[in-house]
């Protein structure tokens, strides 16, 4: 592998297009100052000691093929030429292909990390699988941009990739989530760094556990005991309108069924004793002493400059502090 290129490959590397940036936020996997949220739904499931992350879900496309749906209904009341729902249905017809074949390929084994051994297990589709050290896992955020009559407009996508081990090719297994703006794929990729650096509980519950294991009666009910009235009104005329009536009983059904990891992975996923469990590198944990010894630094330069200006001796106490610790 390219040198110059591997050093690229780390948080704080930019470029910058005219309709395109890009910039990395790992590795090193150090806090990105955003609050966990998983967005798109990658985190499938976790506990105390792995994480599995997928995108393989229809609901992301469940939404534009409801409303196609119910646009189709709308124009057959109103109207009884049969013109306009022939090219509905033509439009439709390639999702409801994809569909049909989602539901019969069986799921594809997700990507699973290991807090206490630090490491990512990759499954590919042709029986190949390696083994990822975490440190080495990157995290790329990448921003499109589009100028209209409303101005700038950007989307922005989270790119998780599991280098190949073998460093003499640069290949690696990329997943990638569209998360709308830089801050949310910041958020999202929070969720997998918070469960591997820090406490697992912090990281938000899995896919299957918050939505795929429930039925849509309870996931209903939840919404209503969750919000009050008029707000679960809405939120649930959201999930019938973006197509969760009938996405969700797909993905229990599959999920339920279909899905499964292969031995190995099941065997590397035990959990071993805790004096066994991988530490951070030295390097790694430099580079956190030192994004901490940072953020204490601005803390007092923030305090320092609420301070009244007529209290000079409390001003200058937090600068004597900052000198000698940092």
Not at 192 to 205: C, G, H, Q, T, V
Not at 313 to 323: E, G, H, P
Request: glycine content about 4%; charged content about 25%.
């Amino acid at each position: 592998m390219d040198t110059k290129q591997s050093k690229q490959r780390q948080r704080g590397w930019k470029r910058k297009g005219f309709l395109e940036s890009k910039y990395y936020i790992a590795p090193p996997p150090l806090p990105t100052d955003q609050k966990p949220c998983d967005f798109r739904g990658i985190v499938l499931q976790k506990n105390e000691v792995f994480m599995d992350l997928s995108t393989h879900s229809i609901s992301s496309g469940a939404g534009p093929l409801t409303f196609f749906i119910f646009l189709s209904i709308f124009i057959s009341w109103i109207d009884n030429e049969f013109g306009i729902e022939i090219l509905l249905f033509l439009i439709m017809l390639p999702s409801l292909i994809y569909i049909i074949k989602w539901c019969f390929r069986p799921v594809p084994p997700p990507f699973r990390l290991n807090r206490q051994k630090r490491e990512a297990y990759i499954v590919l589709e042709d029986g190949r699988h390696w083994i990822v050290p975490w440190e080495k896992v990157r995290a790329l955020v990448s921003e499109s941009h589009s100028y209209g009559s409303a101005g700038k407009q950007g989307m922005a996508g989270l790119t998780i990739s599991f280098p190949n081990p073998d460093e003499a090719v640069d290949e690696g297994v990329p997943m990638v989530a569209a998360c709308g703006d830089e801050k949310d794929c910041e958020a999202q990729w929070e969720c997998i760094r918070l469960f591997m650096e820090d406490d697992p509980n912090k990281a938000p519950e899995g896919y299957m556990e918050r939505v795929i294991n429930k039925s849509f009666l309870v996931l209903v009910i939840d919404i209503f005991r969750e919000n009050s009235f008029g707000k679960a009104l809405w939120e649930l005329f959201l999930s019938i309108l973006i197509g969760e009536w009938w996405s969700h009983p797909l993905e229990h059904w599959k999920f339920k069924n279909k899905f499964s990891v292969p031995p190995e992975m099941e065997e590397w996923s035990k959990p071993i004793p805790e004096h066994q469990w991988e530490k951070r590198s030295p390097e790694l944990q430099q580079a956190f002493d030192q994004y901490y010894a940072e953020q204490r630094r601005l803390s007092w330069i923030i305090m320092s400059e609420l301070l009244p200006l007529d209290n000079v001796s409390a001003k200058q106490i937090v600068l004597d502090y900052d000198r000698e610790v940092f």
